[in-house]
């Protein structure tokens, strides 16, 4: 577990590829929805393209630090995310700094990214981005709670909080996923995952339609630039991190990537499918459904 | 002899108390207090009683040899003559605040003195 | 020696001679009446000082004759003490009725000279029939000396009482002549031996004659009369008659006790306690200051009659006891009377007036703590033996009633204090003092403090109480005219050399908690420069708090512990109060911690039945009760620790406290209860109930409150009530981390509660700083002062980080640990509540940060200046230690560790440098801080460097769609910030506790106001409660 | 009503505890030890008073006396002090001339009482009566005088000297007992002569006379107030 | 024996009517003169008991003495009723 200088190349690799997976997996599924809408959709480089195109631009105006802080906090979140996390099963260039922290830490650090968007958009003196953040707030910490339990049930039933460890634990075929082993903790994970992605029937908070003026709205050029790289990694490490706690990790990158595709044509069917919800109507709603299944699921890892 | 005289002591005690407690008039509740003190008097001179027992005094009739066997206990009588004197006392003072509440309310009814209460 | 017979003949002729020169003026008389009642006192002194010192009882035979043939008086220790007390109280009465004694002629003088002779015949006479003479004499004088002020209320006042001592005079002649009946004498000592009460007869005489003396104690049902002659006459009077004559008969039922079979002590044990509790019941009610002082002078009078009750359970400690609750009762209520002539005003509200004279303040404050019980007076000692012996002897209920009774006297008591302490006092009349009025009031203060410190160094367990932190508060409270930057440095430099002597002995969790109170104390105090002027009368109650705290460390006795935790809870109710609108709370906090203080006594008593030693460490091995001991103790240190069902004191009392002080009592105080939780458990270790284990309620009880407190710091628009709130919230996550009883559990616990220390101190100084400058505490009034408190939004920024648990700052090493102690302690459902409350953690500290710092900025706060530099300096002197613990998160929680190893050996953390591995999971601080911080750095870089030439836009230069917005106002959402979840989750936080109390107290003043109804003033009504109570006493007995 | 009727039971209750002590009293056919020492042969000539009860009311009890006459100083201190009248109705009524009868019996009446009175005072320890019934007597002799002729006004500050002078001698009279005799108000200070002579019983004729004089300008200074309607002097 | 008794018996049976008289009569003298007349009973009750000084007392102080102050404090009341 020595800190050595190599750790950092493996690391920015993996973060390269995650990168390019996550623009490619962004540019599909936008090209999927379009399909579904019996539209033509996007080309499936688009993103490329909307990186280039705003990282080539500069920004005239500026709100203050504070405004920069956003961005570089949501994107730290990420990639933090990212980093402390075994991409790879078993591949040592792959597991990158998970020596350093276990599976509570990378839980909070989507806090990380969270409180960073608040700060900046806040900073930004519109009006509605505050009202916007305040919805995100309530949101996260709503589906933060049966994310947390379901977690801990997991933990229990591995006895640690170890991610490598839970993945070798899940190896030896698909029956011995955490899918299987313990079907309540999954199920309640998988919707609060719902909540996480901020897919449609929980998207009120980055909804265009909703508030025309949005935070991402209120970012351009330079800063956009890095929110819609956030996007890209963000996302995938969440994709990374579910599979490895439910779905046995992955020990190939093409398995990591149809692993990762099938989660979130999850998040995606649920979206199209059903409306959105309304703050308080989506807080009840975590409150109710997912955290009845993640109790349910501890009781039955406790007796 | 001294049963009667106890008796009716207690029941002038109890009488008097009986004044106390149910007359509404002020100087009413003073007599009722003054009987009351008689009857403790009575009784407590009937505690002296001996039967056959002489005044305590000696003169030609009682002999200063002879007067133990005859002479009715002293104690309790200068124990009364002194409670006769606190009760006269207490009752002059009670007339007189009688008279001074009577100033105040211009009434002697006892319910209109209760300025002090809860 | 002067024989005692000379007391009476010195008075007495002395009466008689001046009532000789009638023509005399009136000053020569007075002066006389006052020499006369000196030489009386000195006499008595005399004989008291001798008789301590060995000297033999003086034994007086008047007419000659030995005893039982003749009147003789007895000059023994106790008639010489309660003598000294009744001249003292005499000569300073009539100091201070001079004037008025002079106005109304020279009969008053002779009646009072008289008055005070009668009670010493009383106290001294052996001869029952000689007493019932005397007491007519005390009780005409008293009838007497009501009228002094003749107006009509003193007149009915003193009809009334001749009523009533007339028929109780006239029970008491029945017994006293039955009683000669049947013994055949009337001496007490010959009555004794003729032990009449084998039959029934001779009991039933010697019955009235006790029953007539607890009826001039104004047991609690016929005491109408009682309370009316103290509403009605003259203060002065008032005073004489509550301090002198009631120890007179008390000391006269303590003689006469002696005659009364095992059975009557019971019935008068249990008279004493119901005239306790009834009548401080019903003081709840009052608004006339002199009729609040009769209910309570009788209370206290029927708190002793039971102790003379009490009698045979409590052996040796019986004179210390009776004497030290008599002497306080007696200084103290003399000299509440005499303010309340000074004050001349009866509506409690009005006595604000004492603000217009400090000293009379302090005066004041010194003899309500006095009645109640406060560390450095007599009756803290008497009540703390009291309830051991009581314990001791399994008087359970009677310990019981005893502290509820005396929790009642605290509610009216303080709330009286409450008031002449704040109340406005902008149209009360200008208070004159004269000389004679004020000097007995300074003397019975120094009286009642003067013994309570004799008692302390006499008794054995108080001897070993350390008086230097006293010494330091008294240099503090002579240099209070000093301006505030010397005496604060004086404080600090006090606080840092007590540190530095007690340092080497620190050791495990006094360390740790030894630090956080003292260093913390420093660290606070460093911010009070900011203030100027003088701050009169702040530092020694800061002192006195700290005195408390350090006295809690030090302490290795119950008693010293209990102590210093009364010094505490007075030092910090003052603090409070120093608050512009603080009295309501105030009076809740110091409920809640008197309450708090007599579950703690009564824990203390239970743990000491078949102990020796009152070392705190025979918690450890309690015999009997030791379930009932822990949920005392516990109760009584949760009140501190503002645990979910006590907790409405605190938001009020850290809101409204002053800007240092503010974070003193939340960041420090609160510890206290976590240090006397830990003590707790570390000695008892974990109990049961049946099967039930008390530590997984406890951790109920800390989910709970984390929950509770967080969601309601969520919804507050008051920035102090929001980190109020989220101080029972974190206590309730270190109650939670304590009740595991296990390695990880208290790691977890303690380093969450040094790191709640910092970033509560850190928080409270920054938001006092930003209410010092925008001077409301309204968060939706701010709004955007990044802009011009840059320094104090970086601290504030970094402390709601801590609180969130965000990774790289110390605050998630806490919530790790706790993560680990759950999985390995598997409770899972209230872990689940504390994880929800971590959760809503991040709400409000976004809720604090936004609506303060961020969105527009107001017009009033353009030219806002940054906070003062002196609140600025201890911040960041905190923010390093912060970045401290976080980067080397070993060096906080491997010392914590190596502490808790002897205590919970398995499941320790062990540590590879930075990295901490736990039976499940590890985590390595500074790795991830490297990481976090690199990648930081290196994209703000980019961005920076992309954005370097971009102009700066103020704030308000927004357009959206065509249209801009008209007022900064309405563009800063903070106004109900979390208005979507309060509609979710809205009813977790109705006033629930708070109703509950709010009808617990309705209550309380309801059956007040119902019993205080039976004294309908009527005097009949009166005598019939005298005669109906002494024929239900009978019937009990007989 | 309902009221009286618990009055009733309270003093019904009473009754009974009164009933339960009339009921074990049964009287004493033989004086208790306390009386027998009093009455004893070398007793009465230690102190040869032919009275007892004046040989217990003044030395053996002496302390009581001393507390009774301080009652009625107090009570005529409190009366004398409480109706201290304003000037508020100065203005003489007046006052119904008494009849001529009550005039005539006075005149005879005053002096005999008066008499009658000093004589109970004087023989205080040979026959029954003493200082205070003696001084009763005087008092009441007082009244009668008071009620023949409205107009006269007593001269309260005679009655204030002599009542402050006898309480005065009175304590000095005990504190003589203690420095030359037993104790405090001890009688034998003085020869005891032998029972039944005028001059005899010590110290005991000399406070009676003491007690006398106060008891009776006492009593006539309180009645003396009730009277007076305006100011005193 | 007999006569020896009758007299005292007679003299409680008139000293309880004088009580009742003077509690429930209407008209204050009248009440103050019957506890005047009790106390002189007493008196002469005492003489029975052998008690020679109590009687002399009782009857001086007791009737004597307190009927007059009763009058006296009446007069006074009436006055003041009289002149307003």
């Given at each position: 577990m020595d800190f050595g200088f190599k750790h950092i190349l493996y690391a920015l690799l993996t973060v390269f590829i995650v990168l390019n997976y996550g623009l490619i997996l962004q540019g599909i599924v936008r090209k999927i929805g379009a399909r579904v809408g019996r539209?033509?959709?996007?080309?499936?480089?688009?993103?490329?393209?909307?990186?280039?195109?705003?990282?080539?631009?500069?920004?005239?105006?500026?709100?203050?630090?504070?405004?920069?802080?956003?961005?570089?906090?949501?994107?730290?979140?990420?990639?933090?995310?990212?980093?402390?996390?075994?991409?790879?099963?078993?591949?040592?260039?792959f597991s990158n700094f998970s020596f350093a922290g276990d599976l509570v830490l990378v839980l909070y650090f989507q806090f990380f990214g969270v409180l960073g968007m608040a700060l900046g958009a806040a900073e930004g003196g519109h009006p509605y981005s505050a009202i916007g953040v305040s919805r995100g707030l309530s949101q996260v910490t709503a589906f933060e709670l049966p994310l947390t339990l379901g977690v801990l049930a997991i933990a229990m039933q591995y006895q640690t909080l170890n991610i490598t460890e839970i993945v070798a634990a899940q190896q030896g075929g698909f029956l011995s996923w955490t899918l299987f082993t313990n079907p309540f903790a999954t199920i309640a994970i998988m919707f609060s995952f719902l909540g996480a992605m901020g897919r449609s029937p929980f998207d009120v908070v980055l909804a265009p339609q909703e508030i025309p003026i949005g935070p991402p709205t209120e970012f351009h050029s330079g800063l956009l630039g890095v929110l819609q790289l956030n996007r890209a990694i963000f996302p995938a490490a969440k994709l990374i991190l579910f599979m490895n706690l439910l779905f046995g990790g992955a020990t190939s990158w093409p398995e990591l990537v149809v692993k990762t595709f099938l989660i979130y044509m999850w998040s995606v069917f649920v979206g199209t499918v059903f409306p959105r919800f309304r703050v308080d109507q989506s807080v009840r709603w975590f409150l109710v459904v997912p955290l009845t299944i993640a109790i349910i699921a501890i009781i039955l890892i406790r007796f | 002899m001294e049963y009667i005289s106890m008796i009716t002591g207690f029941l002038l005690?109890?009488?008097?108390?009986?004044?106390?407690?149910?007359?509404?008039?002020?100087?009413?509740?003073?007599?009722?207090?003054?009987?009351?003190?008689?009857?403790?008097?009575?009784?407590?001179?009937?505690?002296?009683?001996?039967?056959?027992?002489?005044?305590?005094?000696?003169?030609?009739a009682v002999k200063v040899t002879e007067a133990i066997e005859k002479v009715v206990d002293p104690v309790p009588h200068a124990l009364v003559l002194t409670a006769i004197v606190i009760g006269l006392g207490v009752t002059a003072l009670m007339l007189v605040y009688a008279l001074k509440l009577y100033q105040n309310k211009k009434t002697l009814e006892v319910q209109s003195f209760n300025d002090l209460k809860w | 020696m002067i024989s005692p017979i000379h007391i009476i003949t010195l008075t007495l002729g002395t009466a008689f001679f001046i009532g000789l020169l009638k023509k005399l003026n009136l000053n020569i008389s007075a002066l006389l009446m006052l020499v006369a009642i000196a030489a009386a006192g000195t006499i008595s002194a005399s004989w008291f000082t001798a008789i301590l010192s060995g000297a033999a009882n003086a034994e007086v035979f008047t007419a000659g004759f030995n005893p039982p043939y003749s009147i003789n008086l007895l000059m023994g220790k106790g008639e010489a003490l309660i003598t000294l007390l009744i001249n003292l109280a005499g000569f300073l009465g009539g100091v201070y009725l001079l004037k008025s004694l002079k106005e109304r002629g020279i009969y008053t003088m002779i009646i009072y000279l008289v008055f005070i002779m009668s009670l010493n015949v009383i106290v001294m006479t052996r001869d029952i029939f000689n007493l019932f003479v005397f007491m007519e004499v005390a009780s005409i004088g008293i009838a007497g000396l009501v009228i002094?002020?003749?107006?009509?209320?003193?007149?009915?006042?003193?009809?009334?009482?001749?009523?009533?001592?007339?028929?109780?005079?006239?029970?008491?002649?029945?017994?006293?002549?039955?009683?000669?009946?049947?013994?055949?004498?009337?001496?007490?000592?010959?009555?004794?031996?003729?032990?009449?009460?084998?039959?029934?007869?001779?009991?039933?005489?010697?019955?009235?004659?006790?029953?007539?003396?607890?009826?001039?104690?104004?047991?609690?049902p016929a005491n109408g009369w009682g309370i009316d002659v103290y509403e009605g006459a003259n203060p002065g009077i008032g005073a004489m008659i509550s301090a002198a004559s009631a120890s007179a008969m008390l000391f006269v039922l303590y003689k006469l006790a002696v005659l009364v079979p095992e059975s009557f002590l019971q019935i008068i044990t249990a008279i004493g306690i119901l005239t306790f509790v009834g009548s401080n019941l019903m003081g709840i009610k009052q608004s006339n200051a002199n009729r609040l002082l009769g209910y309570s002078s009788i209370g206290q009078i029927g708190l002793?009659?039971?102790?003379?009750?009490?009698?045979?359970?409590?052996?040796?400690?019986?004179?210390?006891?009776?004497?030290?609750?008599?002497?306080?009762?007696?200084?103290?209520?003399?000299?509440?009377?005499?303010?309340?002539?000074?004050?001349?005003?009866?509506?409690?509200?009005?006595?604000?007036?004492?603000?217009?004279?400090?000293?009379?303040?302090?005066?004041?404050?010194i003899f309500i703590f006095a009645l109640i019980g406060f560390p450095p007076f007599p009756s803290f000692l008497g009540k703390w033996e009291l309830i051991m012996k009581l314990a001791h002897s399994h008087h359970f209920y009677i310990l019981a009633f005893i502290l509820i009774g005396s929790f009642l006297e605290g509610i009216y008591l303080f709330r009286w204090l409450g008031f002449s302490i704040k109340m406005e006092d902008a149209n009360?009349?200008?208070?004159?003092?004269?000389?004679?009025?004020?000097?007995?009031?300074?003397?019975?203060?120094?009286?009642?403090?003067?013994?309570?410190?004799?008692?302390?160094?006499?008794?054995?367990?108080?001897?070993?109480?350390?008086?230097?932190?006293?010494?330091?508060?008294?240099?503090?409270?002579?240099?209070?005219?000093?301006?505030?930057?010397?005496?604060?440095?004086v404080s600090i430099a006090g606080i840092g050399y007590y540190l530095y002597t007690i340092y080497p002995d620190l050791e495990g969790f006094k360390l740790i908690f030894g630090l956080i109170f003292l260093a913390g104390g420093m660290l606070t105090l460093v911010a009070g420069y900011f203030k100027t002027g003088t701050r009169k009368g702040f530092y020694p109650l800061v002192m006195l708090m700290f005195a408390g705290l350090v006295g809690l460390i030090e302490a290795h006795t119950t008693f010293e512990f209990f102590f210093a935790w009364e010094l505490m809870t007075a030092g910090s109710y003052f603090l409070i109060i120093r608050g512009k609108k603080s009295m309501t709370h105030a009076l809740s906090y110091m409920l809640f911690s008197l309450a708090g203080a007599y579950l703690i006594l009564a824990g203390f008593g239970l743990a000491h039945i078949g102990q020796s030693s009152y070392a705190l460490d025979i918690l450890a091995s309690v015999q009997s009760f030791a379930p009932l001991v822990f949920i005392l103790l516990a109760i009584g240190f949760m009140t501190k620790t503002a645990s979910v069902g006590l907790h409405i004191w605190l938001p009020g009392a850290h809101a409204e406290a002053e800007t240092d002080v503010s974070p003193m009592v939340s960041a420090i105080l609160l510890k206290a209860g976590v240090f006397g939780l830990i003590l707790l458990m570390l000695n008892m270790g974990s109990q049961f109930i049946g099967s039930f284990n008390i530590y997984y309620a406890l951790a109920w009880i800390g989910a709970i409150t984390a929950v509770m407190g967080n969601m309601m710091a969520a919804f507050q628009e008051d920035a102090k009530r929001l980190l109020a709130y989220s101080s029972v919230g974190f206590l309730g996550y270190i109650l939670f981390g304590l009740s595991f009883m296990s390695h990880?559990?208290?790691?977890?616990?303690?380093?969450?509660?040094?790191?709640?220390?910092?970033?509560?101190?850190?928080?409270?100084?920054?938001?006092?700083?930003?209410?010092?400058?925008?001077?409301?505490?309204?968060?939706?009034?701010?709004?955007?002062?990044?802009?011009?408190?840059?320094?104090?939004?970086?601290?504030?920024?970094?402390?709601?980080?801590?609180?969130?648990?965000?990774?790289?700052?110390?605050?998630?090493?806490?919530?790790?640990?706790?993560?680990?102690?759950?999985?390995?302690?598997?409770?899972?459902?209230?872990?689940?509540?504390?994880?929800?409350?971590?959760?809503?953690?991040?709400?409000?500290?976004?809720?604090?940060?936004?609506?303060?710092?961020?969105?527009?900025?107001?017009?009033?706060?353009?030219?806002?200046k940054e906070a003062p530099f002196w609140l600025l300096l201890p911040q960041y002197m905190i923010l390093m230690v912060i970045m401290l613990f976080s980067a080397l998160p070993n060096s906080l929680l491997k010392p914590i560790g190596a502490m808790l190893a002897p205590i919970f050996p398995e499941g320790a953390l062990e540590w590879q440098g930075q990295l901490a591995k736990s039976g499940f999971g590890y985590w390595n601080g500074q790795v991830i801080m490297y990481i976090v911080g690199g990648i930081f750095v290196v994209v703000f870089a980019w961005l920076w460097y992309m954005n370097r030439n971009a102009q700066k836009v103020k704030q308000f230069n927004i357009g959206y769609s065509a249209e801009r917005p008209s007022l900064p106002e309405t563009t800063h959402f903070a106004y109900n910030f979390f208005a979507p979840y309060k509609k979710a989750l809205g009813f977790l936080v109705s006033p629930l506790i708070t109703n509950f109390w709010d009808s617990a107290s309705e209550g309380v003043h309801a059956i007040s106001d119902k019993v205080r109804r039976i004294y309908n003033g009527n005097v009949q009504t009166y005598a019939f409660h005298i005669l109906a109570f002494i024929v239900v006493v009978y019937l009990i007995i007989f | 009503m309902v009221r009286n009727s618990f009055r009733l039971i309270i003093l019904v209750g009473l009754l009974v505890i009164f009933s339960t002590l009339v009921w074990s009293f049964n009287g004493n056919n033989e004086l208790n030890s306390l009386a027998q020492f009093y009455t004893q042969q070398e007793n009465i000539e230690a102190v040869n008073a032919a009275n007892l009860v004046s040989a217990v009311v003044v030395t053996y009890r002496g302390f009581d006396t001393l507390g009774e006459v301080t009652i009625l100083f107090l009570t005529a201190s409190i009366i004398g002090f409480f109706l201290k009248k304003k000037l508020s109705d100065t203005q003489r009524k007046e006052v119904r001339e008494s009849s001529d009868i009550l005039v005539t019996a006075s005149k005879i009446l005053v002096p005999v009482m008066i008499l009658f009175g000093v004589y109970v005072i004087i023989n205080g320890h040979l026959t029954p009566g003493g200082g205070f019934q003696g001084g009763a007597i005087i008092a009441s002799a007082m009244v009668l005088a008071l009620l023949a002729n409205p107009h006269m006004k007593f001269n309260h500050q005679l009655f204030n000297v002599l009542e402050s002078i006898s309480g005065v001698s009175f304590v000095l009279m005990g504190i003589a007992g203690i420095v030359y005799a037993g104790g405090f108000l001890d009688n034998r200070i003085l020869p005891g002569g032998e029972v039944g002579t005028l001059i005899s019983a010590g110290a005991i004729p000399l406070i009676y006379i003491f007690i006398g004089l106060k008891v009776g300008s006492e009593l006539s200074n309180i009645v003396g107030n009730l009277q007076v309607t305006q100011n005193e002097q | 024996m007999i006569i020896n008794n009758t007299i005292p018996v007679l003299l409680g049976l008139m000293m309880i009517m004088a009580a009742f008289v003077a509690i429930y009569h209407k008209k204050l003298p009248v009440a103050i003169i019957a506890a005047g007349t009790i106390s002189l009973l007493a008196s002469i009750l005492y003489l029975f008991l052998a008690a020679p000084d109590v009687a002399m007392t009782e009857a001086s102080i007791g009737s004597g003495l307190s009927t007059i102050i009763f009058f006296y404090v009446l007069n006074k009341i009436r006055k003041e009723n009289g002149t307003q």
């Amino acid at each position: 577990m020595d800190f050595g200088f190599k750790h950092i190349l493996y690391a920015l690799l993996t973060v390269f590829i995650v990168l390019n997976y996550g623009l490619i997996l962004q540019g599909i599924v936008r090209k999927i929805g379009a399909r579904v809408g019996r539209r033509y959709g996007i080309r499936w480089y688009q993103p490329y393209i909307d990186i280039i195109k705003n990282y080539a631009k500069r920004s005239t105006i500026t709100h203050g630090v504070m405004f920069y802080i956003a961005p570089v906090f949501r994107l730290t979140g990420g990639i933090g995310l990212l980093l402390f996390m075994p991409v790879i099963f078993g591949s040592e260039i792959f597991s990158n700094f998970s020596f350093a922290g276990d599976l509570v830490l990378v839980l909070y650090f989507q806090f990380f990214g969270v409180l960073g968007m608040a700060l900046g958009a806040a900073e930004g003196g519109h009006p509605y981005s505050a009202i916007g953040v305040s919805r995100g707030l309530s949101q996260v910490t709503a589906f933060e709670l049966p994310l947390t339990l379901g977690v801990l049930a997991i933990a229990m039933q591995y006895q640690t909080l170890n991610i490598t460890e839970i993945v070798a634990a899940q190896q030896g075929g698909f029956l011995s996923w955490t899918l299987f082993t313990n079907p309540f903790a999954t199920i309640a994970i998988m919707f609060s995952f719902l909540g996480a992605m901020g897919r449609s029937p929980f998207d009120v908070v980055l909804a265009p339609q909703e508030i025309p003026i949005g935070p991402p709205t209120e970012f351009h050029s330079g800063l956009l630039g890095v929110l819609q790289l956030n996007r890209a990694i963000f996302p995938a490490a969440k994709l990374i991190l579910f599979m490895n706690l439910l779905f046995g990790g992955a020990t190939s990158w093409p398995e990591l990537v149809v692993k990762t595709f099938l989660i979130y044509m999850w998040s995606v069917f649920v979206g199209t499918v059903f409306p959105r919800f309304r703050v308080d109507q989506s807080v009840r709603w975590f409150l109710v459904v997912p955290l009845t299944i993640a109790i349910i699921a501890i009781i039955l890892i406790r007796f | 002899m001294e049963y009667i005289s106890m008796i009716t002591g207690f029941l002038l005690v109890l009488l008097g108390l009986w004044g106390v407690l149910t007359q509404k008039n002020i100087i009413k509740i003073i007599i009722g207090f003054s009987i009351f003190d008689t009857g403790l008097h009575i009784v407590l001179v009937s505690i002296a009683y001996l039967r056959g027992g002489t005044a305590p005094v000696i003169d030609k009739a009682v002999k200063v040899t002879e007067a133990i066997e005859k002479v009715v206990d002293p104690v309790p009588h200068a124990l009364v003559l002194t409670a006769i004197v606190i009760g006269l006392g207490v009752t002059a003072l009670m007339l007189v605040y009688a008279l001074k509440l009577y100033q105040n309310k211009k009434t002697l009814e006892v319910q209109s003195f209760n300025d002090l209460k809860w | 020696m002067i024989s005692p017979i000379h007391i009476i003949t010195l008075t007495l002729g002395t009466a008689f001679f001046i009532g000789l020169l009638k023509k005399l003026n009136l000053n020569i008389s007075a002066l006389l009446m006052l020499v006369a009642i000196a030489a009386a006192g000195t006499i008595s002194a005399s004989w008291f000082t001798a008789i301590l010192s060995g000297a033999a009882n003086a034994e007086v035979f008047t007419a000659g004759f030995n005893p039982p043939y003749s009147i003789n008086l007895l000059m023994g220790k106790g008639e010489a003490l309660i003598t000294l007390l009744i001249n003292l109280a005499g000569f300073l009465g009539g100091v201070y009725l001079l004037k008025s004694l002079k106005e109304r002629g020279i009969y008053t003088m002779i009646i009072y000279l008289v008055f005070i002779m009668s009670l010493n015949v009383i106290v001294m006479t052996r001869d029952i029939f000689n007493l019932f003479v005397f007491m007519e004499v005390a009780s005409i004088g008293i009838a007497g000396l009501v009228i002094l002020d003749k107006s009509s209320k003193a007149t009915q006042a003193g009809f009334k009482y001749l009523i009533a001592t007339g028929v109780i005079a006239g029970i008491l002649l029945i017994g006293i002549a039955f009683t000669y009946y049947f013994a055949g004498t009337l001496n007490i000592d010959v009555i004794q031996q003729a032990s009449i009460i084998n039959f029934k007869a001779g009991s039933i005489a010697v019955f009235l004659v006790i029953i007539s003396i607890i009826l001039e104690l104004k047991p609690f049902p016929a005491n109408g009369w009682g309370i009316d002659v103290y509403e009605g006459a003259n203060p002065g009077i008032g005073a004489m008659i509550s301090a002198a004559s009631a120890s007179a008969m008390l000391f006269v039922l303590y003689k006469l006790a002696v005659l009364v079979p095992e059975s009557f002590l019971q019935i008068i044990t249990a008279i004493g306690i119901l005239t306790f509790v009834g009548s401080n019941l019903m003081g709840i009610k009052q608004s006339n200051a002199n009729r609040l002082l009769g209910y309570s002078s009788i209370g206290q009078i029927g708190l002793l009659t039971a102790i003379v009750g009490l009698k045979p359970f409590l052996g040796a400690q019986f004179e210390l006891i009776a004497v030290s609750i008599l002497i306080s009762h007696f200084f103290a209520k003399a000299g509440l009377f005499w303010l309340s002539g000074i004050v001349k005003k009866q509506n409690l509200k009005d006595w604000a007036m004492l603000r217009q004279k400090p000293y009379l303040l302090v005066l004041f404050g010194i003899f309500i703590f006095a009645l109640i019980g406060f560390p450095p007076f007599p009756s803290f000692l008497g009540k703390w033996e009291l309830i051991m012996k009581l314990a001791h002897s399994h008087h359970f209920y009677i310990l019981a009633f005893i502290l509820i009774g005396s929790f009642l006297e605290g509610i009216y008591l303080f709330r009286w204090l409450g008031f002449s302490i704040k109340m406005e006092d902008a149209n009360l009349p200008p208070l004159t003092v004269h000389w004679n009025k004020i000097i007995p009031v300074v003397l019975s203060a120094l009286g009642v403090l003067g013994s309570g410190i004799y008692f302390g160094t006499i008794t054995e367990i108080a001897a070993s109480l350390k008086y230097i932190p006293l010494l330091f508060i008294a240099l503090l409270y002579v240099i209070d005219f000093l301006p505030v930057y010397v005496k604060n440095t004086v404080s600090i430099a006090g606080i840092g050399y007590y540190l530095y002597t007690i340092y080497p002995d620190l050791e495990g969790f006094k360390l740790i908690f030894g630090l956080i109170f003292l260093a913390g104390g420093m660290l606070t105090l460093v911010a009070g420069y900011f203030k100027t002027g003088t701050r009169k009368g702040f530092y020694p109650l800061v002192m006195l708090m700290f005195a408390g705290l350090v006295g809690l460390i030090e302490a290795h006795t119950t008693f010293e512990f209990f102590f210093a935790w009364e010094l505490m809870t007075a030092g910090s109710y003052f603090l409070i109060i120093r608050g512009k609108k603080s009295m309501t709370h105030a009076l809740s906090y110091m409920l809640f911690s008197l309450a708090g203080a007599y579950l703690i006594l009564a824990g203390f008593g239970l743990a000491h039945i078949g102990q020796s030693s009152y070392a705190l460490d025979i918690l450890a091995s309690v015999q009997s009760f030791a379930p009932l001991v822990f949920i005392l103790l516990a109760i009584g240190f949760m009140t501190k620790t503002a645990s979910v069902g006590l907790h409405i004191w605190l938001p009020g009392a850290h809101a409204e406290a002053e800007t240092d002080v503010s974070p003193m009592v939340s960041a420090i105080l609160l510890k206290a209860g976590v240090f006397g939780l830990i003590l707790l458990m570390l000695n008892m270790g974990s109990q049961f109930i049946g099967s039930f284990n008390i530590y997984y309620a406890l951790a109920w009880i800390g989910a709970i409150t984390a929950v509770m407190g967080n969601m309601m710091a969520a919804f507050q628009e008051d920035a102090k009530r929001l980190l109020a709130y989220s101080s029972v919230g974190f206590l309730g996550y270190i109650l939670f981390g304590l009740s595991f009883m296990s390695h990880l559990g208290w790691l977890a616990a303690v380093s969450l509660s040094v790191v709640h220390f910092m970033f509560k101190t850190l928080l409270f100084l920054a938001i006092g700083g930003i209410v010092y400058r925008v001077k409301t505490k309204e968060m939706y009034k701010m709004g955007g002062l990044i802009k011009k408190m840059p320094f104090t939004f970086i601290s504030v920024l970094m402390g709601i980080i801590v609180i969130a648990g965000v990774p790289p700052l110390t605050g998630f090493g806490g919530k790790w640990i706790l993560y680990n102690a759950v999985l390995e302690k598997g409770w899972f459902f209230p872990s689940a509540l504390v994880f929800f409350a971590g959760i809503v953690a991040f709400l409000y500290c976004f809720r604090l940060i936004h609506t303060v710092f961020l969105g527009q900025l107001k017009d009033e706060h353009r030219e806002v200046k940054e906070a003062p530099f002196w609140l600025l300096l201890p911040q960041y002197m905190i923010l390093m230690v912060i970045m401290l613990f976080s980067a080397l998160p070993n060096s906080l929680l491997k010392p914590i560790g190596a502490m808790l190893a002897p205590i919970f050996p398995e499941g320790a953390l062990e540590w590879q440098g930075q990295l901490a591995k736990s039976g499940f999971g590890y985590w390595n601080g500074q790795v991830i801080m490297y990481i976090v911080g690199g990648i930081f750095v290196v994209v703000f870089a980019w961005l920076w460097y992309m954005n370097r030439n971009a102009q700066k836009v103020k704030q308000f230069n927004i357009g959206y769609s065509a249209e801009r917005p008209s007022l900064p106002e309405t563009t800063h959402f903070a106004y109900n910030f979390f208005a979507p979840y309060k509609k979710a989750l809205g009813f977790l936080v109705s006033p629930l506790i708070t109703n509950f109390w709010d009808s617990a107290s309705e209550g309380v003043h309801a059956i007040s106001d119902k019993v205080r109804r039976i004294y309908n003033g009527n005097v009949q009504t009166y005598a019939f409660h005298i005669l109906a109570f002494i024929v239900v006493v009978y019937l009990i007995i007989f | 009503m309902v009221r009286n009727s618990f009055r009733l039971i309270i003093l019904v209750g009473l009754l009974v505890i009164f009933s339960t002590l009339v009921w074990s009293f049964n009287g004493n056919n033989e004086l208790n030890s306390l009386a027998q020492f009093y009455t004893q042969q070398e007793n009465i000539e230690a102190v040869n008073a032919a009275n007892l009860v004046s040989a217990v009311v003044v030395t053996y009890r002496g302390f009581d006396t001393l507390g009774e006459v301080t009652i009625l100083f107090l009570t005529a201190s409190i009366i004398g002090f409480f109706l201290k009248k304003k000037l508020s109705d100065t203005q003489r009524k007046e006052v119904r001339e008494s009849s001529d009868i009550l005039v005539t019996a006075s005149k005879i009446l005053v002096p005999v009482m008066i008499l009658f009175g000093v004589y109970v005072i004087i023989n205080g320890h040979l026959t029954p009566g003493g200082g205070f019934q003696g001084g009763a007597i005087i008092a009441s002799a007082m009244v009668l005088a008071l009620l023949a002729n409205p107009h006269m006004k007593f001269n309260h500050q005679l009655f204030n000297v002599l009542e402050s002078i006898s309480g005065v001698s009175f304590v000095l009279m005990g504190i003589a007992g203690i420095v030359y005799a037993g104790g405090f108000l001890d009688n034998r200070i003085l020869p005891g002569g032998e029972v039944g002579t005028l001059i005899s019983a010590g110290a005991i004729p000399l406070i009676y006379i003491f007690i006398g004089l106060k008891v009776g300008s006492e009593l006539s200074n309180i009645v003396g107030n009730l009277q007076v309607t305006q100011n005193e002097q | 024996m007999i006569i020896n008794n009758t007299i005292p018996v007679l003299l409680g049976l008139m000293m309880i009517m004088a009580a009742f008289v003077a509690i429930y009569h209407k008209k204050l003298p009248v009440a103050i003169i019957a506890a005047g007349t009790i106390s002189l009973l007493a008196s002469i009750l005492y003489l029975f008991l052998a008690a020679p000084d109590v009687a002399m007392t009782e009857a001086s102080i007791g009737s004597g003495l307190s009927t007059i102050i009763f009058f006296y404090v009446l007069n006074k009341i009436r006055k003041e009723n009289g002149t307003q």
